[in-house]
């Protein structure tokens, strides 16, 4: 199986920070992965897929990139409604796989 | 209104069985791809199986291959999951997803039905 591995796990900032989130996997996924995101006691909202492509209706501030089996989750300018947790998945190979979590906490 | 909603889960002894149903509206059911992912508490997303739109392929997580099944109909717009020989481990929050064509990625959820394995 191929293994995602997110950082960091937890991550406190503010309104108005850029913040970072990384995914590594295991092996070449190519371009297949996507980001989402999850508000406690809601469902999970795709973000990106394609590694970079974004979902009608997300804000431009959320952008992905890659390089190589690193992807990145950028949200340009933290928004009060941004703290979650986010997850990557792979959709490269059976078993579909996600990573363990970033939360997005306030500082 | 595109909607998923789940129903069938609740409380069940280690070694049970229970079937899970999704039932969509708003949306052509038929020519979905559609998925399980479950979510223990407190814990992260886990694919556990999917099927593809006329229910000729199906795939299984290691984890619950051969104890799972998962099956569709497209008259009654309804997905389904036996789930059979549970453990405690299987206890989660599980929820019905639409892929998003041609990708493998997930963008219509229901609200979840909870599973709970225990004596």
């Known amino acids: 199986d191929i293994q995602m591995t997110q950082s960091p796990s937890t991550l406190s900032a503010s309104v108005g920070d850029r913040v970072t989130i990384t995914c590594r996997a295991s092996?070449?996924?190519?371009?297949?992965l996507a980001w989402y995101q999850q508000k406690p006691g809601k469902t999970p909202k795709l973000l990106i897929y394609?590694?970079?492509t974004l979902e009608t209706g997300v804000p431009s501030r959320f952008s992905g990139s890659e390089s190589g089996t690193e992807f990145t989750l950028t949200i340009s300018s933290l928004q009060p409604d941004d703290f979650a947790t986010y997850y990557c998945?792979?959709?490269?190979?059976?078993?579909?796989?996600f990573g363990q979590g970033t939360k997005v906490e306030i500082k | 209104e595109v909607h998923l909603v789940e129903s069938g889960g609740g409380l069940v002894q280690p070694g049970g069985s229970l079937r899970l149903s999704c039932t969509a509206s708003?949306?052509?059911?038929?020519?979905?791809?559609m998925s399980w992912v479950r979510q223990a508490p407190g814990k992260g997303l886990e694919w556990v199986s999917d099927?593809?739109?006329?229910?000729?392929?199906?795939h299984y997580a290691d984890s619950v291959k051969g104890r799972f099944t998962i099956s569709r109909d497209n008259s009654k717009n309804t997905l389904y999951l036996q789930m059979n020989s549970l453990r405690a481990e299987d206890t989660a929050l599980y929820y019905c997803?639409?892929?998003?064509?041609?990708?493998?990625?997930?963008?219509?959820w229901g609200q979840g039905t909870m599973v709970t394995v225990s004596s």
């Open positions: 997803a639409n892929h998003k064509l041609p990708h493998n990625v997930f963008d219509m």
């Open positions: 092996q070449s996924i190519s371009s297949w």
């Open positions: 998945q792979q959709y490269r190979t059976y078993p579909w796989t």
């Open positions: 394609k590694a970079s």
């Open positions: 099927i593809s739109s006329s229910a000729g392929n199906t």
């Open positions: 708003g949306f052509t059911f038929s020519s979905c791809v």
